[in-house]
DNA sequence: CGTTTTCTTGATGTAACTCAAGTCTAGTGG
DNA sequence: CCACTAGACTTGAGTTACATCAAGAAAACG
């Protein structure tokens, strides 16, 4: 039998480094990329270490001072910040191929955590400056995955932009939606890997709002639940006519 | 007599191609560094033309190919997406030393606007993407200034995810302050040069609520206006612990 | 199989949106 | 230089959507 890896967070080939993004020039029909050589991805083996983590365990801490970059390998991890009001922003959620580890003057930015077990190769920072200075290919693929990322995150602004629970919440699923088809295609049906109480600190509000309006959009067909982790967008057109109006039909 | 130049808009010497940014790995305290070396400058000052913008022109569209990359070197520019629901979300403002052309599979993801009269070197895309294969430190600086962009992505999420409308405004002109205190120091005055409504498709509420809070600020001598476009925060610290608590005090 | 954590659902208050009228400001032409 | 106008901003009143508080249900875990 055919093994279950739609989930794009068990079971990956584990065979090295790997980063992939959606290009910044070339057309890719909205298909992610992978962006590195043989040769690349030996360069970075070369420097890393594969490192593993469990459910829950913390990645890094914000202010912690900046050794390593993370290639995450399988699993799924996600970036907060503690904000002073005592709340949690997410800031995003890292999948396989993707970097995690930035800094701003030596220390991390944010704190990550393993949202899933979890394992990443380990790029000491030293190193792979070092790496880039002296291999501007290398370098090219990394920038342009930084264009990705920056992408997600301004992405990740709108969406909190939105008025609407319903509209926010919509967003979100297409954006899951598009990144599964980006990479796999798969069976259509979304995954989610985080808790309720993480899409409410990405989204922007509380764990009950989240629960209503996950059962709004069920009620109305919109979405249909196999489980609490995987749904199925049921009506891709509706969900975004629901984005486009501001009033609740 | 000295002009004024504390605005950051006018009257800068517009000597060359010029990036800053906070570094990733050096401490700088908080400083805005000048990434460039004066080679690195000439070689981007020869492929570049200067060109200049009025107030309201617009720079590039959303799906717009993605010709070119652009340096500010005076005034201010914003970028912005219009959203389905007939709103527009503004994504952030650009000053000068920064860059603007964001592109994804060779189309541009957000458009561009000159918020006062701009003047800025645009570098050809191709002809960009050659000098950085062939220099690697080049392209390193443009890698850190990149890392610099996606940290004021994710804050300004960060700032999106604040619930109060005072907060919000709050960490919004705590961040100009740190730009500006990165960029001179100066009188410590901060300059909006952009229009309110600007502010509200930035912080994601209506124009009235902007008016509302900038009022409330005022009236509770946390900020005094010189006038519409210029203010000075009047005490940092409740300003911060404002942010700090939920409950309106 | 019991315990803990995660999630759902209900009731209430409030902050901010909308709509709308009025004021200020900057830019233009007489 | 001043009057005029158009756009930008402020302020007010009513309404609604979501946060908060709180209790109960369902999974997940050992």
Redesign the interface.
């Known amino acids: 039998m055919v093994h279950n890896d739609h989930d794009g967070s068990r079971s990956r080939r584990t065979d090295g480094p790997s980063i992939s993004a959606?290009?910044?020039?070339?057309?890719?029909d909205?298909k992610i990329t992978r962006l590195l050589s043989e040769r690349e991805r030996d360069l970075i083996a070369q420097i890393s270490l594969t490192v593993r983590f469990g459910r829950g365990d913390t990645i890094y801490r914000a202010g912690d001072p900046?050794a390593f970059v993370y290639n995450i390998s399988s699993g799924v991890a996600r970036t907060y910040?503690a904000?002073?009001?005592?709340?949690r922003?997410i800031?995003?959620f890292f999948f396989p191929d993707d970097l995690l580890g930035?800094?701003?003057?030596?220390a991390y930015?944010?704190s990550a955590q393993a949202v899933t077990a979890m394992t990443a190769y380990r790029l000491p920072?030293p190193a792979l400056?070092n790496l880039?200075?002296?291999?501007?290919?290398l370098?090219?693929h990394?920038?342009v995955k930084?264009?990705?990322?920056?992408?997600d995150?301004?992405l990740?602004?709108?969406i909190?932009?939105?008025?609407g629970a319903l509209?926010r919440l919509a967003l979100f699923l297409q954006l899951l939606d598009r990144s599964r088809r980006a990479r796999d295609g798969g069976s259509g049906e979304i995954y989610l890997p985080m808790t309720r109480s993480d899409i409410a600190?990405y989204l922007?509000f509380s764990l009950a709002a989240v629960s209503r309006s996950f059962r709004t959009l069920a009620d109305r067909r919109l979405i249909s639940f196999r489980d609490r982790r995987h749904l199925l967008i049921a009506d891709h057109e509706r969900l975004?006519s629901l984005?486009?109006?501001?009033a609740p039909e």
């Open positions: 959606i290009p910044y020039q070339e057309a890719s909205g900046a910040r904000l002073p009001d005592g709340t922003a800031i995003g930035l800094a701003e003057e030596g930015v944010n920072l400056e880039l200075r002296r291999d501007a290919t370098e090219w990394i920038l930084l264009c990705h990322e920056l992408r995150a301004q990740h602004a709108v909190l932009k939105q008025q509209s600190d922007g975004a984005i486009a109006q501001q």
